[in-house]
DNA sequence: TAATGTGAAGCCTTTCACAGCA
DNA sequence: TGCTGTGAAAGGCTTCACATTA
């Protein structure tokens, strides 16, 4: 492997691949080929040997792909060979679904701490987490927790943002499209629901809607 | 205009356009030029004014573009000038927070009807909309729903994704990666948190997490 | 003059075909 | 023989520069 550009793109397949490779472990499988890996995730053979060839090619011709070495490299990769705590912000019904969402851990994730402006939550434990005050966001540089879950309403978004930036987190998953992410060096990922929904229907085949 | 192949990329940011649009129109502003929309919006104005020249162009050379029109242009594209109904199958927390969300509306959004398993939530009245019997979700065709909202655990995500199918609605969006599409004439559109999570790592400046 | 709309250039990603290796 | 890894071709999106229009 030369010194090549790696696409975005293609970073942003590797956990769609380390998700198969996981599911196809626990079904015992030790070894499989590149076109297998792309009937099994309903992609293009060619793109997934392509994709690893960025990284150096982890396979064997002849052969396929040892998938537990292959776990390990896309892990190494991804930086999820170490494991993440998560702070979570605004435990609302949004907040308490992503604490009790069960997906983060095979990629490495633990929700270390929550947290809350509401008197009568703070205290109280969810998920085996206690719920803290919002001022004690500070103490997450202490505790070595380095991605924030902004999960609070519109209006308190930004300054949940601007105190996760200054508690240092590297890294935002954000459901509120209602703040500026600011110039700063840190990764901002934000999934807005309703923009994800407003880009349905333009795809759609047709429309049985009501005229307005 | 000829007829130019419209690239994905650029349908999916008229969603973003349209969000600035409705936010510039509600401060007063009736007017803008596609320099002064960038700046807003943080993007380049030639992506702007190129992604509006795919659709045919909605601008008036020297003044800029009239906001009210653009607005009206970007819903018709986006098929967004009717209102879409959309039924929420999962009234867990996940689902209680997207009945609760308030920012469908700007988009033409109604969630019209929320569908559970559970013998206690059927009968129940959240955000006015009262909680149905999954059983009932054949009854979305007679009721002119055209979009199903996915929020139950992994193990009823296959299931439920086949009845809305049966059921005749135009597109999914679903919070569970388990289910298998099916080849059939819908749009899907799947929110993978922890996968998006997964992402954030890769990008992040510098890692303070603890070895595994 | 000021700003749009667009052909063309540039750049990046995907696809292909095949050399090379087990 | 079977499958990987990769240079090269193809394809598509972004950027640019400018002709055009109010």
Redesign the interface.
């Known amino acids: 492997m030369r010194y090549h550009k790696i696409p975005d793109e293609a970073?942003?397949r590797l956990?769609?691949y380390?998700?198969g490779l996981l599911f196809l472990l626990e079904q015992g499988c030790k070894n499989i080929s590149s076109r297998n890996l792309a009937d099994f995730l309903g992609v293009n053979h060619w793109q997934i040997r392509k994709d690893f060839s960025y990284f150096g090619g982890f396979g064997t011709p002849g052969t396929g792909y040892d998938i537990e070495r292959l776990i390990k490299e896309i892990r190494k990769?991804?930086?999820?060979?170490?494991?993440?705590?998560?702070a979570l912000v605004g435990v609302?019904?949004?907040g308490?679904?992503?604490l009790?969402?069960?997906?983060?851990r095979?990629?490495?994730?633990e929700i270390a701490a929550a947290f809350d402006n509401d008197p009568k939550k703070i205290g109280q434990k969810v998920a085996n987490i206690t719920i803290e005050n919002v001022s004690k966001i500070q103490t997450l540089r202490k505790r070595?927790i380095?991605?924030g879950?902004i999960t609070v309403p519109?209006e308190a978004a930004q300054e949940t943002f601007d105190a996760l930036a200054k508690a240092?987190v590297?890294?935002?998953?954000s459901f509120s499209?209602c703040h500026k992410t600011s110039r700063k060096?840190?990764?901002v990922?934000i999934?807005?629901?309703?923009?994800?929904?407003?880009?349905?229907?333009?795809?759609?085949?047709?429309?049985?809607?009501?005229?307005?």
């Open positions: 970073v942003q956990p769609i380390l998700r990769i991804l930086k999820l060979n170490v494991v993440h705590k998560a609302g019904n949004l308490l679904a992503v009790a969402y069960p997906g983060f095979i990629y490495g994730f070595k380095d991605l879950i519109c240092g590297m890294g935002v998953l499209p060096k840190l990764k990922i999934i807005d629901i309703a923009m994800d929904l407003a880009r349905l229907p333009y795809y759609m085949p047709a429309s049985r809607a009501a005229k307005a």
